[in-house]
């Protein structure tokens, strides 16, 4: 048996028809364009903002009954349809549209200055271009607890990311990365925490891969260094 395996094309791409000769065989096929997973429903999200924006909110298909706006593990800071980022600079912020029965993963608040010195404009672009290459409201796959990337505890719904996937690893959550296949990711954002699992070879087929403020993203230490691995 043959494998052939693609490179290059995005996901999406209808492939078309391909031929193939291995020695004295010739075969085709037609690879028709295959879609990304749906993004998920039944979890609200927010939009990322600076601290001279305003929040908005997707409800993730969820009905509304008392909005909540707050800082993580702080104040309650309104109950509107969006929020003014002002005087939130660096507060990671939660939303719920639902009275508090189900809360959104937390976004930080961009602050546009510090300690009374505005930031860089480039610093500010650059911020700014980074999360809107993934969105909260377009992840498909969203990590809700630590643990390792294979195990669907891991995952919002036991949905382990594979094909096509977007994902999001929310602040305060660390996932291990601990997979050898060749599945092909198409966008993964970092709030939180992404190592990667030194005790074996991982591989892993990403078209972007993200780190916002203060996130980490580890692929071992001086001391202790990963073993083959792909990205």
């Given at each position: 048996m043959a494998?052939?395996?693609?490179?290059?094309?995005?996901?999406g791409?209808?492939?078309?028809?391909?031929?193939?000769?291995?020695?004295?065989?010739?075969?085709?096929a037609?690879?028709?364009?295959f879609?990304?997973?749906?993004?998920?429903?039944?979890?609200?999200?927010?939009?990322d903002?600076?601290?001279?924006?305003?929040?908005t909110?997707?409800?993730?298909?969820?009905?509304?009954?008392?909005?909540?706006?707050?800082?993580?593990?702080?104040?309650?800071?309104?109950?509107?349809?969006t929020?003014?980022?002002?005087?939130l600079?660096?507060?990671w912020i939660?939303?719920?549209?639902?009275?508090?029965?189900?809360?959104?993963?937390?976004?930080?608040?961009?602050?546009k200055?510090?300690?009374?010195?505005?930031?860089?404009?480039?610093?500010?672009?650059?911020?700014?271009?980074?999360?809107?290459?993934?969105?909260?409201?377009e992840?498909?796959?969203?990590?809700?607890?630590?643990?390792?990337?294979?195990?669907?505890?891991?995952?919002?719904?036991?949905?382990?990311?594979?094909?096509?996937?977007?994902?999001?690893?929310?602040r305060?959550?660390?996932?291990?990365?601990?997979?050898n296949?060749?599945?092909?990711?198409?966008?993964?954002?970092v709030?939180?925490?992404l190592?990667?699992?030194?005790?074996?070879?991982?591989?892993?087929?990403?078209?972007?891969?993200?780190?916002?403020r203060?996130?980490?993203?580890?692929?071992?230490?001086?001391?202790?260094r990963?073993?083959?691995?792909?990205?």
């Amino acid at each position: 048996m043959a494998q052939i395996r693609f490179k290059g094309f995005r996901t999406g791409t209808n492939i078309g028809l391909v031929s193939a000769t291995v020695g004295a065989e010739t075969g085709s096929a037609v690879i028709p364009a295959f879609q990304k997973p749906a993004a998920v429903v039944g979890v609200p999200r927010i939009s990322d903002a600076f601290d001279d924006g305003t929040l908005t909110p997707n409800d993730g298909g969820i009905t509304v009954t008392t909005r909540i706006w707050r800082i993580v593990d702080g104040a309650v800071q309104g109950n509107g349809a969006t929020l003014s980022g002002a005087g939130l600079g660096g507060q990671w912020i939660e939303y719920s549209p639902d009275n508090g029965t189900t809360w959104s993963p937390p976004v930080m608040v961009y602050a546009k200055s510090h300690m009374g010195m505005s930031m860089p404009a480039s610093h500010l672009a650059d911020d700014a271009a980074i999360v809107a290459l993934v969105p909260h409201a377009e992840a498909t796959h969203i990590a809700v607890a630590s643990g390792d990337w294979s195990d669907p505890a891991t995952w919002l719904n036991g949905a382990v990311p594979k094909n096509g996937a977007t994902v999001l690893i929310p602040r305060q959550i660390s996932v291990t990365y601990d997979v050898n296949e060749r599945f092909r990711l198409d966008r993964v954002r970092v709030d939180g925490t992404l190592t990667w699992a030194l005790d074996q070879s991982t591989a892993m087929l990403v078209e972007t891969l993200i780190g916002t403020r203060g996130s980490s993203i580890l692929m071992g230490t001086a001391g202790n260094r990963a073993r083959k691995t792909h990205v």
